[in-house]
């Protein structure tokens, strides 16, 4: 009893008993995970430039310096799929048991009482289309900077000081294992896929002691069983849907069923976000226009304008940047663009010549109908790829 009242009392006034005993789950992510790029998620794409061209010292200071902290340590933003983690393992063990933490700040964060480290990452291997983009166009210098930085995360000895488990997710968690790094970084268990339903199961296993499998591919949530974030999102990101169904073979949201989120679940997200000062919103989904469109793909108008105009409309919201967006959409209905123009250019970031506009990425990976046909049969749906 005293020894439970005296770490109570240490943990409120100061930390310092934290800092020693540790958090029983501990999450982060590479230096360029941790980042919001200066508010720039374009610049973001810059991890996957190679690593001799500027030294990493530079780019940690100027180009992706650290997020904020909030008075006890942890990060203040973090990834969004690091978010939406914490919210389950938050609702199933209590918000005393875990801590999301930059990687420079793991000391504070892991101890003898730290049973498992989960580690969120976009690029960890530098084999994702962008590194492999960037660094053959560069043709020198090396391997990815997304790659070195989560290389510098793995290997840190904190990590393995008090025999915590270590557990890798994220988009980009298939690359440890295709590139078969799993051994050499000593990662017990890589969790791939959506991990909201599986991810309790994994983490209980490792705060019991129990063994961990070395691979495992999620099952898929339930909508119902997805969290909203608890804490900010790096850019304040929220996700509006998830899947696609488009039926592109090169592409892993068309393996995810396809659901908008409700507008009130969003909107909880947005008000979190821009309360806590994210200024930026962005709308994570494969294209904007899936957002509430019927089976047929046909994309529906007054529920995307009423999305953007509610968010626009959330106080503290400066800056509004939907991911992606295609195009068949537009040649279908282009009057929703006309009406969600004025609000995105209005909220957009980017700034040219003094005038504000916005911008969009949009997928364009043929002009070819035979390959639109072999490879992306949905691509310009509700259209066929004749037309």
Not at 167 to 173: E, K, N, R
Not at 186 to 208: H, P, Q, S, W, Y
Request: charged share 25%.
């Amino acid at each position: 009893m005293f020894y439970t009242k005296f770490r109570a009392i240490m943990d409120t006034k100061d930390n310092s008993f934290q800092q020693v005993q540790g958090v029983p789950i501990v999450l982060t992510g590479s230096a360029t995970d941790m980042s919001d790029f200066k508010l720039s998620p374009f610049r973001a794409f810059t991890g996957g430039f190679p690593t001799a061209i500027v030294p990493r010292f530079l780019l940690r200071k100027y180009w992706y310096p650290r997020v904020p902290t909030n008075g006890d340590g942890t990060a203040k933003y973090a990834p969004y799929g690091l978010r939406k983690i914490e919210a389950v393992l938050i609702r199933e063990f209590g918000e005393q048991t875990v801590a999301v933490a930059h990687p420079s700040n793991l000391e504070k964060f892991v101890g003898p009482e730290t049973k498992v480290i989960g580690v969120s990452s976009m690029e960890p291997a530098g084999t994702g289309f962008v590194s492999r983009t960037y660094t053959s166009l560069v043709g020198f210098g090396g391997e990815p900077v997304a790659a070195a930085e989560f290389r510098d995360l793995i290997t840190k000895p904190i990590l393995r000081k008090w025999g915590a488990k270590i557990v890798l997710g994220g988009s980009g968690a298939w690359q440890i294992h295709n590139s078969k790094l799993q051994k050499k970084y000593r990662i017990d268990c890589i969790v791939m896929g959506e991990g909201e339903k599986t991810a309790v199961k994994i983490f209980r296993k490792a705060l019991n002691g129990e063994e961990l499998p070395r691979v495992v591919e999620t099952e898929p949530p339930n909508p119902k069983e997805i969290s909203c974030i608890v804490n900010p999102s790096i850019f304040g990101t929220v996700e509006i849907t998830r899947g696609c169904g488009r039926g592109c073979k090169f592409c892993s949201p068309m393996m995810r069923k396809r659901y908008s989120f409700p507008l009130e679940h969003i909107l909880k997200e947005v008000e979190l976000n821009a309360k806590n000062g994210t200024r930026m919103i962005i709308l994570a989904g494969e294209d904007i226009f899936l957002y509430r469109c019927n089976n047929k793909f046909l994309p529906n108008r007054e529920a995307v304008v009423e999305l953007i105009n509610s968010i626009a409309s959330v106080p503290g919201v400066e800056f509004i940047q939907p991911a992606h967006a295609a195009l068949a959409p537009v040649v279908y209905d282009p009057e929703i663009v006309e009406e969600i123009g004025p609000v995105l250019r209005e909220k957009s970031y980017w700034v040219t010549d003094k005038t504000r506009h916005s911008s969009v990425e949009v997928g364009i990976e043929t002009g070819s109908i035979r390959l639109v046909k072999k490879y992306m049969p949905g691509k310009m749906l509700p259209y066929k790829p004749e037309e």
